[in-house]
């Protein structure tokens, strides 16, 4: 999952470390646009240490949200 470039920015500035709840309230606060927003909300309920800890997971749950169609349908890649 590619992050927008307002999220991206916006996860440069954070200080850290930040908690789920700390991302949402400083993204709302900062004006950070709704789908930015939803896609934070997403993350787990624990304290991360930088930004690419946030992409981390970001990238992992796109990852996983893309290969479910796959791995309902009994199609598994090789």
């Given at each position: 999952?590619?992050?927008s470039?307002?999220?991206?920015?916006?996860?440069?500035?954070?200080?850290?470390?930040?908690?789920?709840?700390?991302?949402?309230?400083?993204?709302?606060?900062?004006?950070?646009?709704?789908?930015?927003?939803?896609?934070l909300?997403q993350?787990?309920?624990?304290?991360?240490?930088?930004?690419?800890?946030?992409?981390?997971?970001?990238?992992?749950?796109?990852?996983?949200?893309?290969?479910?169609?796959?791995?309902?349908?009994?199609?598994?890649?090789?």
């Amino acid at each position: 999952m590619h992050t927008s470039p307002a999220l991206d920015r916006f996860l440069r500035g954070m200080e850290y470390p930040a908690t789920r709840d700390d991302l949402l309230r400083e993204a709302a606060r900062d004006g950070l646009g709704g789908d930015d927003r939803a896609v934070l909300a997403q993350l787990p309920e624990q304290s991360f240490s930088a930004a690419w800890h946030i992409r981390y997971h970001l990238a992992r749950r796109g990852l996983i949200e893309e290969l479910a169609p796959a791995a309902s349908s009994g199609f598994v890649a090789a």
